[in-house]
């Protein structure tokens, strides 16, 4: 059997995929990646899907021993090394028997993830290998001294991209709704016009942001109804939290707006104390941006190549694994 042995993991580690759909009518959150795009990098690099599960990782990063090896790993969002040898960036490696991979930790966000070729041999747990820890729904979280059973890779050998264009910049993009009438309209101006910070309370759950509090017109209380990725839930004391993967399937606080998909990856890579800015659009622009990130992640499949010599600083200096994250500069 081929496996990763577990030397040392974060807290944050765990498997996730593309997440658990089609049950939120039964109260099962979704789960799955904190960041989508650097799960799908991650998974390219190896020839897997984009949403086949990874080894995510918050903040910290992993060290694992491999065994009945070979293995095909790749990372994303965090620096891999093998047997103290550095990994180029954008570079996946085949790592040979009794080889120790480590992965750092986050390099400019929070979320990091290690791909291998053919995935982990877990069995899944309602249709994904995701965990959703407070449900213990999923794979349990890897510790030290565990044996993490890997599919047959196929026999590839490491691949390359030439490079990667930046992310996307500036303010995080919402919807408007779908109780925007449950706050007054300098509630709304000021959710779009001042800066908001990242708390430290921030988990796969939710969000939180500090603020300039966000004032309701008609109380804080509301029927429960239904809760998507990205909602901006608003309780009484005015705070935003931005419900994220392991959020709960209803809620009861007036939801002011949602964050656009193409933008949750970005906004996921947030770390405590960054300083985010809010953009209102409609939803014909919101399913425009979603379109182009999808176009220009297609595109890439078609750049990876075989690594072959003359991996030079130029190109290296040009690469970027993380999704897209910035910090706020003070100015609108």
Known sequence: MTALLVVACGPGTSLQDGGRFGLQRFGVSPAGAMDPLALAMANLLVGNAA??????????GGEFVVEGGPVHVAAAGAALAVDGTAVPALT???????????????????YAYLAVEGGFDVAPAMGSLSLHRRSAIGPKAPSAGERLA?????????????????????????????????????????????????SPRSDRMGTRLSGPPLTHSAGYNIVSDGIVTGHVQVPGDGQPIVLMRDRQTTGGYPKLAGIVTADLPRFAQLRPGAVVRFRAVDRDEALAALRAQRDAFAALAGQVRPVTAGLDTERLLSVNLISGVTADTGSP
């Not at 949403?51 to 910290?60: H, I, P, Q, T």
Request: charged share 20%.
């Open 150 to 198: 890997l599919r047959p890779m196929a026999g590839g050998g490491a691949n390359v991209l030439p490079g990667l264009p930046l992310g996307e910049e500036g303010p995080i993009r919402v919807i408007l709704g779908p109780q925007r009438d449950r706050f007054t309209d300098a509630a709304v101006e000021t959710f779009l016009s001042e800066p908001y910070a990242v």
């Open 51 to 60: 949403d086949v599960a990874a080894l995510e990782f918050g903040m910290l």
């Open 92 to 110: 996946s490696v085949v790592a040979g028997e009794g080889a120790r991979v480590r992965l750092g930790p986050a390099r400019d966000g929070v």
